[in-house]
């Protein structure tokens, strides 16, 4: 199960653990791919140390195999592009400040309308190399031909050793972060049970809003494991695991948010009580009881979302039930202690709505049904994106053909 990773994680030595870090995986195989594109460019190139190859490959050679085959495109064009602008430039006037200024003027304009991308300097810094020498066609060949070699033998090197993918690392991050918002429900609901300062309370938002870093973190782990699925021979379903995960993100980032909302609360409370306990005992130890459910089922459900065995993912939905219905049981019982303070005195009605309406929206998050619903409206909505881009593709190339038909008639 998906729980125990940790333990397994901890018993593992430095080489299993390095196996599992994208920039280890990353130095080593880039470091060897530009190595081999450098020993099959000696062969190839006339150049003395073709260094452009390695260059190419280092570049090209990426976490995902997506990722490398994208990444090679753009660099190949970026080249050819920058060369062919340099060879057009040399027939017509030589090098001179005025000839470079133009030079890589159209470089830069040219890479934005091919979209390199992010290698649109490198359409310029190709021209300038080409332009800046004396037999411009052997070295515009040359440089052509090392820049194929490196994208060529990136490409082949991720094709015949598959980058890992890297699902299970994206996993550990998502279980990473419920953990962290589960220490901090517990934490403001502690606050909940006594009399803080607002000084304390506010350390609680503070912590709540660096949540948000937190979350941009995981998503940057998300995206390379959802590079790592696409185009990878080794992944069926890819689409389903990475909807999965994206979801589940997705509703831990929304808890998050009402997390930052609740130690609002809180800190909004300890403003009105001057020094005094926030809650009355019973209500505060209902509020503090619903929390700790409620945390406990945000770990749940990240374990459900990266559980990929069908036995675990049952046995953790029906953890995550569990917890939810002890957290809505809970949930009603501190409801009815706070009904009765707002009765009491009703100036505070309104923060202790707050307090149950934060709450119910993390549960109603959490709640398998809610998930099931929203995972299949996000992959209805990419299957359908993905059909209306094929159907765009289908009635392009049936235009580029009626026009050819036309223009050669």
Known sequence: MARGRGRRDRGDGVFARLR??????QTVRSAAAATLSYVVALRL????APLTAPLTALLVVQVTLYSTVTTSLRRVNSVVVGVLIAIAFSVVVGLSWWSLALVILASLLVGRLVRVEEFIPEVAISAM????????????WDRVLETLIGAVVGMLFNLLLAPPVWVDSAGDSIEDLARRMRLLLLDVADEFTGAPPVERAATRLHEARRLDNDVADVDGALRT??????LNPRVKEGLLHRVVLRTGL???????VVLRVLARTLTDLAKHRNGD????????LAVRETAQYTADALVSFAVLVT????????????RLAGELRAARACRDHAADRLLALALANPGRWQLYGALLTEIDRILDELDPEHRGRRLMEELDRRVRESSDRRRRLALRHRRDARRSTRTGG
């Open 20 to 25: 599992r870090d994208p920039f280890a995986v």
């Open 45 to 48: 190139s006339s150049e003395p």
């Open 129 to 140: 190399l080409v332009l800046g020498v004396t037999q411009v066609s052997d070295t515009a």
């Open 225 to 230: 494991a959802e590079d790592s699925l696409r």
């Open 250 to 256: 997705d509703t831990l980032e929304i808890c998050a």
């Open 277 to 284: 306990p926030l809650l009355p005992e019973p209500a505060a």
């Open 307 to 318: 559980t990929q065995g069908s036995e675990d993912a049952e046995a953790a939905e029906t």
